[in-house]
C-alpha cells in the first residue's frame, strides 16, 4: 500500500504545482469582486464543487449550489463557478449559455482547457490531470480510476484557495467556525 500511495502523491504533485496555484489569484478576484456566486458540476465533479460551495459560505459569500431549491438567478455583477474537467458536459454547457446570456460571468475549472466550454468561459482554471474521458489505454496517466485524479485536485485547489480568499478577505478561522451549521 505504501508504494501506491507514493504513487498517487507523485500524481498530485503536479496539479499542486506553482504555475497551477497561481490560478487562484485571478478567481480569487472574480470571487471577490461578485455579488453572488453559484457553483455546478456533474457526479462527483458536483461533490467537489459543493464543497467549494460550502467554504465560500464559511467565509461569508453570497453562495449557492445550481440545482438547490433556493439557488436564485443569477445576472449582472454574479459568477457561476463550474467543472467541466473533459471540457464539455452538455448540462454544464447549457447552464454556462443561460448564465452569459443573463449577464453573468463564468469560470470554469477543467482538465482540458481547449474544450468546448472551457473556451465559452471568461475564466479559465486548468487542472492538469486524467479524467474519465481520457481514463482507458495508452491515454490513461493514473493509478486512480475514471476521474479521480481529477476530482481529488479540484478538492484540494479549492482548499487553496479558500485559504488564499480567507486571508484576502480577512476572515478569521472562528468566524469561518461561527457559520458552519448547528444542524448535524
Given at each position: 500500500?505504501?508504494?501506491?500511495?507514493?504513487?498517487?502523491?507523485?500524481?498530485?504533485?503536479?496539479?499542486?504545482?506553482?504555475?497551477?496555484?497561481?490560478?487562484?489569484?485571478?478567481?480569487?478576484?472574480?470571487?471577490?469582486?461578485?455579488?453572488?456566486?453559484a457553483?455546478?458540476?456533474?457526479?462527483?465533479?458536483?461533490?467537489?464543487?459543493?464543497?467549494?460551495?460550502?467554504?465560500?459560505?464559511?467565509?461569508?459569500?453570497?453562495?449557492?449550489?445550481v440545482?438547490?431549491?433556493?439557488?436564485?438567478?443569477?445576472?449582472?455583477?454574479?459568477?457561476?463557478?463550474?467543472?467541466?474537467?473533459?471540457?464539455?458536459?452538455?448540462?454544464?454547457?447549457?447552464?454556462?449559455?443561460?448564465?452569459?446570456?443573463?449577464?453573468?460571468?463564468?469560470?470554469?475549472?477543467?482538465?482540458?482547457p481547449?474544450?468546448?466550454?472551457?473556451?465559452?468561459?471568461?475564466?479559465?482554471?486548468?487542472?492538469?490531470?486524467?479524467?474519465?474521458?481520457?481514463?482507458?489505454?495508452?491515454?490513461?496517466?493514473?493509478?486512480?480510476p475514471?476521474?479521480?485524479?481529477?476530482?481529488?485536485?479540484?478538492?484540494?485547489?479549492?482548499?487553496?484557495?479558500?485559504?488564499?480568499?480567507?486571508?484576502?478577505?480577512?476572515?478569521?478561522?472562528?468566524?469561518?467556525?461561527?457559520?458552519?451549521?448547528?444542524?448535524?
Amino acid at each position: 500500500m505504501t508504494d501506491l500511495a507514493e504513487t498517487l502523491l507523485d500524481e498530485l504533485r503536479p496539479g499542486l504545482a506553482p504555475d497551477v496555484l497561481a490560478q487562484t489569484g485571478p478567481l480569487v478576484r472574480e470571487i471577490t469582486g461578485a455579488r453572488r456566486i453559484a457553483c455546478y458540476g456533474v457526479g462527483r465533479e458536483g461533490l467537489m464543487m459543493r464543497a467549494l460551495a460550502m467554504r465560500l459560505y464559511h467565509l461569508g459569500c453570497d453562495v449557492h449550489v445550481v440545482g438547490d431549491m433556493t439557488a436564485p438567478p443569477l445576472g449582472v455583477g454574479d459568477l457561476l463557478v463550474l467543472s467541466a474537467g473533459p471540457g464539455d458536459f452538455s448540462t454544464v454547457a447549457a447552464l454556462l449559455g443561460v448564465s452569459r446570456d443573463a449577464g453573468a460571468r463564468v469560470a470554469c475549472l477543467t482538465a482540458e482547457p481547449d474544450g468546448p466550454v472551457p473556451s465559452a468561459a471568461d475564466l479559465v482554471v486548468h487542472l492538469p490531470a486524467q479524467t474519465m474521458a481520457a481514463d482507458q489505454g495508452e491515454a490513461a496517466t493514473s493509478i486512480l480510476p475514471m476521474g479521480s485524479l481529477y476530482e481529488a485536485l479540484m478538492f484540494l485547489f479549492g482548499e487553496v484557495l479558500v485559504l488564499e480568499l480567507r486571508d484576502q478577505l480577512g476572515v478569521s478561522p472562528e468566524a469561518m467556525r461561527a457559520r458552519h451549521t448547528n444542524l448535524e
